[in-house]
């Protein structure tokens, strides 16, 4: 693989404008909080936290806060939200493992921006409950059975996706614990069991998801895949997932790019260091978008026919997450970063805080 950008392929600043992209979400986002993946559609708990980091990355922190609260208002017992949400309201009452404990990587990136205390005090009764809740889904061999299905039962299925982003949820939620000056060992103990499966164990994962390109970078870009080995994931599934020039298949045997894809990969590309290689995937979708600067959320290849049409605000949230990544525009721009989590003293596993007791562990 030896792709190259030259000089005038850079990214220019008139063709990603950091306002447009974020006033879009914050358009699209309900007067109590609620971000919909579009105008009257559903949202459910990880776009929702995704598209407040995208508001984050864009300058509208209380917009950010009253999305956070939002979820918190509406937590269950056991820590996890429902699936599907439309105007507040439950629409699918299966309780995902990585949609619920996702909102520990949105606070711990609105935390980098922000350093808001007060909201992460306020809140870590919320995060608690939530990696608890993931946590307890996860078999003695690591890995997390993806969700309790509405009737009460366990899926016995574990996602490499799925469980590659709890990794990230449980290492940010340990991030902001030591934060906090609080030690949660048992959580530590689950975030390596959790990452020896994904790279040691992919017989427990639910292979036939292995079609979709997530399966392919998500393991790097939540920090579980690095160096050599991250470089080498990215060599071996490069041509079975790219269309050169255009961005990522959604999934390998359909003609399909979809723009979050293509700017997660960045993120993950970025992440493991290969700027160069995610400012190059990056322009390639930096003009896919609508007059009002917003982002398409796919399209065919090769006829570059725009489906669906509909104006996406996760979609819109990642785009900024990828650009500041690659271009440094916040703080929060390190998260993804495998130099930062490992150099940094908020890494887990690394010094030694008071253990957090609560009336939530029993």
């Given at each position: 693989?030896?792709?190259?950008?030259?000089?005038?392929?850079?990214?220019?600043?008139?063709?990603?404008?950091?306002?447009?992209?974020?006033?879009?979400?914050?358009?699209?986002?309900?007067?109590?909080?609620?971000?919909?993946?579009?105008?009257?559609?559903?949202?459910?708990?990880?776009?929702?936290?995704?598209?407040?980091?995208?508001?984050?990355?864009?300058?509208?922190?209380?917009?950010?806060?009253?999305?956070?609260?939002?979820?918190?208002?509406?937590?269950?017992?056991?820590?996890?939200w429902y699936t599907a949400y439309r105007n507040g309201v439950p629409e699918d009452k299966t309780?995902?493992?990585?949609?619920?404990?996702?909102?520990?990587?949105?606070?711990?990136?609105?935390?980098?921006i922000t350093k808001d205390h007060a909201l992460l005090e306020?809140?870590?009764?919320?995060?608690?409950?939530?990696?608890?809740?993931?946590?307890?889904?996860?078999?003695?061999?690591?890995?997390?059975?993806?969700?309790?299905?509405?009737?009460?039962?366990?899926?016995?299925?574990?996602?490499?996706?799925?469980?590659?982003?709890?990794?990230?949820?449980?290492?940010?939620?340990?991030?902001?614990?030591?934060?906090?000056?609080?030690?949660?060992?048992?959580?530590?103990?689950?975030?390596?069991?959790?990452?020896?499966?994904?790279?040691?164990?992919?017989?427990?994962?639910?292979?036939?998801?292995?079609?979709?390109?997530?399966?392919?970078?998500?393991?790097?870009?939540?920090?579980?895949?690095?160096?050599?080995?991250?470089?080498?994931?990215?060599?071996?599934?490069?041509?079975?997932?790219?269309?050169?020039?255009?961005?990522?298949?959604?999934?390998?045997?359909?003609?399909?790019?979809?723009?979050?894809?293509?700017?997660?990969?960045?993120?993950?590309?970025?992440?493991?260091?290969?700027?160069?290689?995610?400012?190059?995937?990056?322009?390639?979708?930096?003009?896919?978008?609508?007059?009002?600067?917003?982002?398409?959320?796919?399209?065919?290849?090769?006829?570059?026919?725009?489906?669906?049409?509909?104006?996406?605000?996760?979609?819109?949230?990642?785009?900024?997450?990828?650009?500041?990544?690659?271009?440094?525009?916040?703080?929060?721009?390190?998260?993804?970063?495998?130099?930062?989590?490992?150099?940094?003293?908020?890494?887990?596993?690394?010094?030694?805080?008071?253990?957090?007791?609560?009336?939530?562990?029993?």
């Amino acid at each position: 693989m030896d792709v190259k950008l030259s000089s005038s392929e850079r990214l220019q600043p008139n063709r990603f404008d950091i306002g447009e992209v974020a006033s879009f979400i914050a358009r699209t986002q309900r007067s109590d909080g609620e971000i919909p993946w579009a105008v009257g559609q559903k949202s459910d708990p990880w776009d929702h936290i995704e598209s407040a980091m995208g508001l984050s990355v864009g300058g509208y922190h209380e917009e950010a806060r009253r999305a956070f609260r939002w979820l918190a208002e509406r937590q269950l017992e056991d820590g996890s939200w429902y699936t599907a949400y439309r105007n507040g309201v439950p629409e699918d009452k299966t309780r995902d493992a990585n949609l619920s404990s996702y909102i520990a990587v949105g606070l711990f990136h609105h935390f980098l921006i922000t350093k808001d205390h007060a909201l992460l005090e306020q809140l870590w009764p919320t995060i608690f409950r939530a990696i608890q809740f993931a946590v307890s889904l996860q078999t003695p061999n690591g890995e997390i059975y993806w969700a309790i299905s509405p009737k009460g039962n366990i899926d016995p299925m574990a996602l490499l996706t799925g469980s590659s982003s709890i990794y990230m949820s449980i290492k940010c939620a340990l991030a902001l614990a030591k934060i906090l000056g609080l030690s949660m060992p048992s959580w530590e103990r689950a975030c390596i069991k959790l990452a020896d499966a994904v790279k040691n164990k992919p017989y427990l994962f639910n292979m036939t998801k292995s079609r979709f390109s997530m399966d392919w970078f998500y393991p790097i870009l939540a920090g579980i895949i690095t160096g050599t080995d991250a470089q080498e994931r990215i060599d071996r599934y490069w041509k079975k997932f790219i269309v050169e020039d255009r961005g990522v298949r959604c999934v390998s045997d359909k003609p399909w790019v979809t723009i979050a894809e293509t700017a997660e990969l960045t993120l993950a590309l970025a992440g493991m260091g290969n700027l160069e290689l995610a400012r190059i995937v990056f322009n390639w979708i930096s003009d896919r978008r609508y007059e009002d600067g917003s982002y398409w959320c796919g399209f065919t290849c090769p006829d570059l026919v725009t489906w669906p049409e509909d104006k996406i605000t996760w979609t819109n949230a990642v785009t900024l997450i990828a650009a500041d990544a690659i271009y440094n525009l916040t703080p929060a721009s390190v998260l993804f970063s495998h130099q930062f989590w490992a150099a940094s003293e908020l890494s887990p596993f690394v010094g030694s805080y008071k253990v957090y007791t609560s009336s939530f562990l029993t």
